[in-house]
């Protein structure tokens, strides 16, 4: 598997040469900060575009873990050592481990996703954790709009929706409108939602998990900074 990364990854670097060269493109300079989406190192209202993809909701259900994933690979390529692994799982986005109190200005769908994995003894440990994904999740979002220029873009790719089932039968359990509640949000700090792209993906594997033969889509959302509060379409979302 390594060997067929590092293949495609030339074989990607090597296209990308080819069009440099032949179309004379010019290239930008580059800047790599290393930080968090939720409290970014910029000024406000300095760039055009933000592209981004934030973990999706089954990260912090316990379903996927991307940090721990690569941890052998970031440990053998000296990136990370255990210890710094450890510390920046508890305080990544969507980790099983942030365990937030504070659940004020969330759409309703979210507490209603909290409090059904409440009532479910085997699923009861992921509910703060679902909570804080979206907390961290909405203050990642404000953190865009402030940092956006004005008529600014900022594009997301997020899971669709995400479903719990019973393992044994397949039975649906609970399907979470990941898309609507991800607009809902954008609008609540005060973007527009211009476009929402929903793309399936081939992601079918007999092998895996029990619902893995269903179809699974993400879901690219466009929002647009305003250029002032006229244009806003902001709602606000009481804590119930």
């Known amino acids: 598997m390594l060997m067929a990364n590092f293949k495609a990854l030339i074989q990607s670097v090597g296209v990308a040469n080819s069009l440099i060269q032949a179309y004379r493109l010019p290239l930008g300079n580059a800047v790599i ?4 989406a939720v409290k970014l190192p910029f000024e406000s209202n300095r760039f055009s575009v933000v592209l981004t993809s934030p973990p999706y909701l089954p990260a912090s259900s316990g379903r996927e873990d991307y940090l721990v994933g690569k941890a052998i690979s970031n440990i053998a390529l000296n ?8 510390a920046a799982e508890t305080l990544s986005v969507g980790s099983m481990k942030s365990m937030t109190e ?6 309703p769908a979210v507490y209603a996703l909290h409090d059904w994995l409440r009532q479910d003894e085997l699923r009861e440990i992921k509910a703060k954790p679902t909570l804080a994904y979206y907390i961290d999740l909405k203050q990642a979002l404000e953190e865009n709009f402030r ?3 004005p008529h600014g873009l900022a594009i997301y790719v997020i899971g669709k ?5 019973r393992f044994s039968t397949r039975e649906l359990l609970y399907k979470v409108e990941c ?3 991800f607009a809902e949000l954008a609008r609540s700090v005060g973007f527009l939602v ?16 029990p ?7 993400e879901s690219v959302f466009l929002l647009r900074k305003p250029v002032n509060s006229n244009e806003r379409n902001k709602e606000s979302y009481a804590t119930p």
């Open 147 to 149: 940092v956006l220029l």
């Open 33 to 36: 900060h290393h930080g968090t």
């Open 179 to 181: 898309d609507k509640i």
């Open 79 to 86: 990136l990370m050592t255990d210890e710094e692994i450890e």
């Open 102 to 107: 504070a659940v004020d200005g969330l759409p």
């Open 211 to 217: 619902r893995s033969l269903d179809s699974y889509f």
């Open 161 to 165: 929706e995400s479903v719990f089932y």
């Open 194 to 209: 211009e476009e929402q792209i929903d793309v399936e993906l081939d992601k079918k594997n007999k092998n895996a998990r």
